[in-house]
């Protein structure tokens, strides 16, 4: 239960998490930090038409990327 937990203890708990939670709850958090803000969600539309207009990455592209990704532990 985090309610009621100090900044020590949540670290502590942090701590205990396999790496794969950890990377997971520091992608939550830096989304959180950004996810009401204006600049983020232009740049989120901004990305999405440029997917939408051809620009985005191919398959092989992704692949690549999901292997190294997959190589680093990620």
Same mark, same amino acid.
């Given at each position: 239960?985090?309610?009621?937990?100090?900044?020590?203890?949540?670290?502590?708990?942090?701590? &205990?998490?396999? #790496? %794969?939670? /950890?990377?997971? $709850?520091? @992608?939550?958090?830096?989304?959180?930090?950004?996810?009401?803000?204006? &600049?983020?969600? #232009? %740049?989120? /539309?901004?990305? $999405?038409? @440029?997917?939408?207009?051809?620009?985005?990455?191919?398959?092989?592209?992704?692949?690549?990327?999901?292997?190294?990704?997959?190589?680093?532990g990620?």
């Amino acid at each position: 239960m985090l309610v009621g937990m100090s900044v020590v203890e949540l670290k502590e708990q942090i701590q &205990s998490l396999s #790496a %794969e939670d /950890k990377v997971y $709850l520091a @992608a939550w958090l830096k989304h959180l930090s950004r996810v009401d803000a204006t &600049s983020h969600q #232009a %740049e989120l /539309k901004a990305r $999405l038409d @440029a997917a939408r207009d051809g620009q985005g990455h191919s398959l092989e592209q992704l692949e690549r990327i999901h292997a190294s990704l997959t190589a680093e532990g990620m």
